[in-house]
């Protein structure tokens, strides 16, 4: 590991402390106060408790939402390993500034702030409106041939991650998700989850986008001969920084800079589907106390998503078969996060209602 990637990972998980497990608790034995039976909110009771202990002192305060959409291009996708040209990446962005996306229908209809981040489109917005400009360069190298990024391209996409972290805090946000646009991302996903939990290509890879069967098997291939190169066997022992670096993309690496900030912030952080997924994965490599800041919007159809998920004993919110990233899982489940703080601040208790509990 490089000067320079240590001293950027260090400034950015500097401080990083684990959500309060005696707010937790106590949140868990008050729960079983309200009036219903025990356990009987599911779930919910899971996700208030643990809300708890990241904001502790403030968990009654007002939630304040962002969803942040971080784009990038990929060098392998000309593998031929997605369904849709490179040249989608530059329209969905200029498509989240009109409000014409699925992200941008949730965000307005859930009162979520919405942010579009460059960080690595092949493509110039010279002063396009709207949109947070940290493009670190017009997309990553071939990982098929060569590393994605240099070590300074790491670097530099971490700490975008980092200011963008702490602009969520500084616009007093509490709840973010994290979501992505990259054509070619969910290769780089699957690279990323084989190298994080040993698992061989053909269980990391799915359709991604929609490609074809055969193109899916070519996609695999291509996905098992990445590894091979960078990593040789599969192996759960890699430094996360090295993976990054090797199979990652520019967005990948700068929302797992951004998780390490919101944690760093105590923020909850709420991962959407494969590819911030695998973001999340890195950042707890990295910084292990990250994983009590992160909820699961959902669980997507790719089939490494899966495997994240259960790498990082994440439970998701919801389960509706979505394959479209951008944040739309993240931002459809906000809302029930907030439903289960809104019962636990506003339900009665057994006692101020009256109410006689179980006798049993």
Known sequence: MTNLRTTT????????????????????????????????????????????????????EEIKKGVYVFAADHGITAE???????????????????????????????????????????????????????????????????????????????????????????????????????????????????????VAATETTGRGAGVSPEAHAHKMGVVQAIVERHFGEPSSDRSPLEILRCVGGLEIAAMAGTILAAARHQLVIVADGFISTAAAALAVAISPEVRGYLIAGHQSEEPGHKLLLNHLKLTPVLKLNMRLGEGTGAVLAMPVLESAMALYTQMATFSSAGVSGASQ
Not at 30 to 55: C, F, H, M, W
């Open 80 to 198: 031929g390993v997605s369904a849709y040209p490179r040249e989608v990446t530059y329209q969905m962005v200029l498509n989240f500034l009109a409000k014409g996306a699925a992200v941008n229908v949730l965000a307005q209809l859930h009162h979520v702030d919405l942010c579009v981040v460059d960080v690595g489109v092949d493509a110039d917005f010279q002063d396009v409106p709207g949109l947070l400009h940290h493009k670190v360069s017009r997309g990553t190298r071939n990982m098929l041939h060569e590393s994605a990024m240099t070590d300074d391209e790491l670097a530099q996409a971490l700490a975008i991650g980092k200011e963008i972290g702490d602009r969520a805090f500084a616009a007093g946000q509490t709840m973010i998700a994290i979501g992505e646009m990259g054509i070619g991302n969910t290769t780089s996903a699957s690279a990323i989850t084989c190298a994080v939990t040993g």
């Open 9 to 60: 990972i260090e400034q950015i998980a500097h401080g990083i402390v684990a959500p309060s497990e005696v707010w937790r608790q106590q949140a868990l034995t008050y729960l079983d106060t309200l009036t219903k039976p025990l356990g009987s909110l599911g779930q919910l009771e899971e996700l208030a408790a643990q809300i708890v202990a990241i904001r502790q002192e403030r968990f009654a």
